[in-house]
């Protein structure tokens, strides 16, 4: 669980960021002001048809995520997952919105007493202001928000941002 750590937690709240995607799921943990504490990639064998090992290595990382949480003495109280999108065909919506479901419910089985929501593109860029179309705004959005991501993957910055809009879109609390 490769990511940014910086001064140590205690006691406080963190909200997890996830960007569902079925190559590479990328996640985030922010505290309740907005300061980004570390992120990571979970990479998926798409070779592999057996689906159970993927859902497994999510399984498995978001486990890892929570220790690290326990570790620092935070508690993990949001988890929010991007909604899938409408892909290019048919047979692609229906696998991404699949996966996403799945790894929300992996969510739901190891941060059961967090609140967890799925939350859509459209709506995550607009509670932070971010226009325009593509990857690009996102990056400098979040190059500017926390300096420290530069150099982090496209799916650890996706997660950092959807986790902020999930902090300004709820209140926080013990």
Request: proline share 3%; hydrophobic share 50%.
């Amino acid at each position: 669980m490769a990511g940014l750590q910086r001064a140590p937690l205690s006691g406080g709240r963190v909200i997890l960021g996830i960007d569902a995607a079925q190559g590479v799921t990328g996640w985030a943990l922010l505290t309740d002001e907005e300061r980004l504490v570390t992120t990571g990639t979970i990479v998926i064998d798409r070779n592999d048809e057996d689906r159970r090992h993927a859902f497994g290595a999510v399984r498995d990382e978001l486990i890892g995520v929570l220790h690290t949480a326990d570790a620092a003495d935070v508690d993990v109280v949001g988890v929010f997952v991007e909604a899938p999108y409408a892909g290019p065909n048919r047979k692609v919506t229906v696998d991404h919105a699949r996966w996403v479901g799945n790894v929300e419910a992996i969510a739901w089985r190891v941060f059961s007493h967090a609140l967890i929501e799925v939350i859509a593109p459209r709506e995550w860029r607009q509670l932070l202001g971010i226009a325009g179309a593509g990857k690009e705004p996102v990056r400098l959005w979040a190059e500017g928000q926390w300096p420290e991501i530069a150099g982090r993957t496209q799916d650890d910055i996706d997660a950092a941002a959807l986790a902020c809009a999930a902090l300004r879109k709820v209140e926080v609390v013990a």
